[in-house]
């Protein structure tokens, strides 16, 4: 064989299906893993028979490669990335490239960036969505770095990805950590939209008293619709069909109530907060989370705090698709979408990424977690208004919104008075009214603030700043 194609480090669960989605597009490759038992054990199971190679350390895995030397690194994010940066640093030459396909704090991209650029080598900070199958049939690639960089990873890149009617998922995300900023962003979508999923599970199983199969044939019902029609509304129905081989009961049933949040979510939430941008369905989902972890607390507390007396409403029958939940549901996954894109819109400004807005819709349509049949009217949406400040403020979105939110409030009233939690439906609803709301009470706060720190405030009626002695 002659020199490989192309370059990947890091045999975890992701770089195995990558390597291999590029060997079947035609790019010859080498591998290599810290772990070296790893490369052996990958070249005679999967890689074996393929236009594969290992190498035992990164100076011979360099040297395998053509130039300029495109490496995707797929280890852990954080140190690990840096200590193979500097690991392989010293054999690289001029106008090589390294890309790292991980989940990495943009912060720490931008940083990368800067560095690797200096010495004249390409550096992407590219975020990949798909899991294991969608890494080796085609997953959703956001990359991020110099535009030059990209170019000469874009062929690649492009035959790798997830196929849509419109084209290859994968698109130049902007520069710096703008790729990376972007799967953190569509991570935190996906922590909204699994809560929203989990939410409606609660109140279908503790109101309607459905069981798994029921509960299954409404999540099929609902993915005919083009609202909810996803992936992970899919894979929501497959969970809940799935019986537990010991015990022939629902398996869902039989799963510690305990979910943990990586790296991710909680970087949306931080940035959201640091940006000023409104994410409150978002970081309900996150804090759900972390709540949920608190297993032994929440078990002490359920003696002390007893449930209110037994309420039940109105959450729709499976025959009409439990209507007003279907419609909750469809509210709250607009507005996560919608966030994340208010987040990017903010971040967008803030670091001149240049975000094309529309692009990104059309990225997230195939190969990634929150790929959805919605994601076609979020392109259509930027596409007509690339500065579009808010989904809700698309016609389509905004009728949407309209439609779906008598049955949000029922479901979350409903919700209020059964003492059941749906933070993600209830956020979602504080959240459209205080967004559509003329007039806010933070009148009263700015009142407090000058009364108690002489912060001042302003009028409705004049310009200027005022202050008045309250306390006199
Ligand atoms: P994984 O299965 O846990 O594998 C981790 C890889 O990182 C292994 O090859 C490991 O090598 C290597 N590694 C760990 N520490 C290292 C160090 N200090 N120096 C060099 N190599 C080191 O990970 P994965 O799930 O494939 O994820 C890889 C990256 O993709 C992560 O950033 C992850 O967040 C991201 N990601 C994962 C998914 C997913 O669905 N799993 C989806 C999108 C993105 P050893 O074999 O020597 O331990």
Not at 192 to 220: F, H, P, S, W
Request: charged share 20%; glycine share 10%.
């Amino acid at each position: 064989m002659g020199k490989a194609h192309f370059g990947l480090i890091g045999l975890g669960v992701m770089g195995e299906n990558l390597v291999l989605n590029a060997e079947r597009n035609g790019y010859s490759s080498v591998v290599f893993n810290r772990t070296k038992a790893k490369t052996d054990e990958f070249l005679a199971g999967r890689g074996a028979g393929k236009d594969i190679v290992g190498a035992a350390t990164l100076e011979e895995f360099v040297a395998t490669l053509e130039r300029p030397r495109r490496i995707l690194m797929m280890v852990k994010a954080g140190q690990p990335v840096d200590d193979t940066i500097a690991a392989i640093s010293p054999f690289l030459e001029e106008g090589d490239l390294l890309i790292d396909g991980g989940n990495s704090l943009y912060a720490d991209t931008e940083r990368r960036v800067a560095e690797l650029e200096s010495k004249s080598f390409g550096y992407i900070g590219m975020g990949v969505s798909g899991g294991a199958k969608g890494a080796l049939e085609g997953p959703s690639m956001m990359p991020g770095g110099t535009k030059a960089a990209y170019d000469a990873i874009e062929p690649l890149v492009r035959k790798m990805a997830a196929q849509v009617d419109d084209g290859p998922c994968v698109t130049y995300i902007g520069p710096g950590g703008a790729g990376h900023f972007v799967k953190t962003v569509h991570n935190g979508i996906e922590y909204g939209i699994e809560q929203i999923l989990a939410e409606a599970y609660d109140l279908m199983k503790r109101v309607g008293g459905l069981n798994g199969d029921q509960m299954a044939d409404v999540l099929a019902s609902w993915n005919q619709t083009e609202e909810l029609a996803s992936f992970l509304v899919e894979i929501t129905e497959v969970c809940l069909r799935t019986k537990d081989p010991e015990t022939g009961a629902d398996l869902v049933e039989a799963i510690v109530d305990a979910a943990g949040q990586k790296g991710t979510g909680l970087w949306t939430v931080v940035s959201a907060l640091e940006m000023g941008v409104p994410v409150p369905t978002i970081y309900a989902a996150l804090n759900a989370r972390v709540l949920s972890s608190l297993r032994s607390e929440r078990l002490e507390a359920g003696a002390l705090l007893p449930e209110p007396a037994a309420h039940s409403f109105n959450l729709g029958s499976a025959a009409d698709e439990m209507a007003p939940l279907r419609d909750a549901c469809i509210a709250a996954c607009i507005v996560s979408y919608g966030q994340g894109m208010a987040l990017l819109q903010e971040a967008s400004k803030l670091h001149d990424y240049n975000l094309n807005f529309s692009a990104i819709g059309q990225i997230w349509k195939g190969g990634c977690i929150i790929r959805a049949r919605l994601l076609q009217r979020i392109q259509d949406a930027y596409g007509a208004n690339p500065n579009l400040a808010n989904l809700m403020l698309d016609p389509w979105f905004a009728e949407q919104i309209n439609r779906r939110l008598p049955g949000l409030r029922q479901v979350v009233a409903g919700a209020a008075l059964a003492g059941i939690p749906v933070p993600c439906l209830s956020s979602t609803l504080d959240y459209i009214d205080s967004y559509r709301s003329a007039r806010l009470p933070q009148n009263l706060v700015q009142a407090m603030r000058d009364c108690f720190g002489s912060h001042t405030y302003e009028r409705v009626d004049k310009p200027g700043n005022f202050h008045t002695e309250w306390l006199d």
